[in-house]
């Protein structure tokens, strides 16, 4: 088991779009893991069904992508389509309950079962599994330029790579002070399209 602090700062192009969609990235060193690369939207994104596609690189190879609707920006969780390498990952989440701990996302990967929670505010999120977990901080709530991470446990790399995936998602609405503002946004979407 291991403690240890880590880092992403962002490396994005402000002058790369995708879908009209700005790019942006974010690299840096995870403990003794290695390399990681976040990115978002990615190629190829679905067009016809308007979804964006994100990605977690490590040491420079493909980990993991995220195809989900597009809200806000970024994917959302709405009609998501997980995977690391080729094996996909479940998503489940209870919309209903009012506390963040049950609002966040219940995660099946491997035989893993994972808890993502929103912790605090909307720029702390945590992963967690039994025996390992990872907490991720935005220096700012939209595109951040940093993010901090904190590893606990017997973290590995698909751990870093599924925390790191969910940090380009619209998670807002875990908590339901941000699902009220989630559907308010998506009804003015409706109205104006």
Same mark, same amino acid.
């Given at each position: 088991? /291991?403690?240890? =602090?880590?880092?992403? !700062? #962002?490396?994005?192009?402000?002058? &790369?779009?995708?879908?009209?969609?700005?790019? @942006? /990235?974010?690299?840096?060193?995870?403990?003794? +893991?290695? %390399?990681?690369?976040? *990115?978002?939207?990615?190629?190829?994104?679905?067009? !016809?069904?308007?979804?964006?596609?994100?990605? *977690?690189?490590?040491?420079?190879?493909?980990?993991? %992508?995220?195809?989900?609707?597009?809200?806000?920006?970024?994917?959302?969780? #709405?009609?998501?389509?997980?995977?690391?390498?080729?094996?996909?990952?479940?998503?489940?989440?209870?919309?209903?309950?009012?506390? $963040? &701990?049950? $609002?966040?996302?219940?995660?099946?990967?491997?035989?893993?079962?994972?808890?993502?929670?929103?912790?605090?505010?909307? $720029? &702390?999120?945590?992963? /967690?599994?039994?025996?390992?977990? *990872?907490?991720? %901080?935005?220096?700012?709530? &939209?595109?951040?330029?940093?993010?901090?991470?904190?590893?606990?446990? =017997? *973290?590995?790399?698909?751990?870093? !790579?599924?925390?790191?995936?969910?940090?380009?998602?619209?998670? $807002?609405? +875990?908590? +339901?002070?941000? =699902?009220?503002?989630?559907?308010? !946004?998506? @009804?003015?979407?409706?109205?104006?399209?």
């Amino acid at each position: 088991m /291991s403690n240890f =602090a880590f880092q992403l !700062g #962002r490396t994005g192009s402000k002058n &790369k779009f995708i879908m009209r969609r700005q790019v @942006f /990235s974010w690299s840096g060193e995870v403990g003794d +893991l290695g %390399t990681f690369t976040i *990115v978002y939207p990615t190629e190829p994104t679905d067009v !016809g069904t308007s979804k964006l596609r994100a990605a *977690v690189a490590h040491n420079g190879a493909e980990l993991a %992508t995220y195809l989900g609707a597009t809200h806000n920006g970024h994917p959302s969780l #709405r009609a998501a389509e997980v995977s690391i390498g080729s094996t996909p990952i479940s998503l489940s989440r209870n919309t209903r309950d009012v506390s $963040r &701990k049950s $609002r966040g996302l219940s995660i099946t990967f491997s035989g893993r079962e994972y808890a993502y929670v929103e912790v605090v505010s909307k $720029r &702390k999120h945590a992963l /967690s599994r039994s025996g390992a977990s *990872v907490r991720l %901080t935005r220096s700012t709530w &939209k595109n951040p330029h940093t993010i901090r991470g904190q590893a606990e446990g =017997a *973290v590995d790399v698909a751990d870093i !790579g599924i925390a790191l995936l969910l940090e380009c998602v619209y998670t $807002r609405n +875990l908590s +339901l002070r941000g =699902a009220f503002f989630c559907s308010a !946004g998506r @009804f003015m979407d409706e109205i104006s399209s």
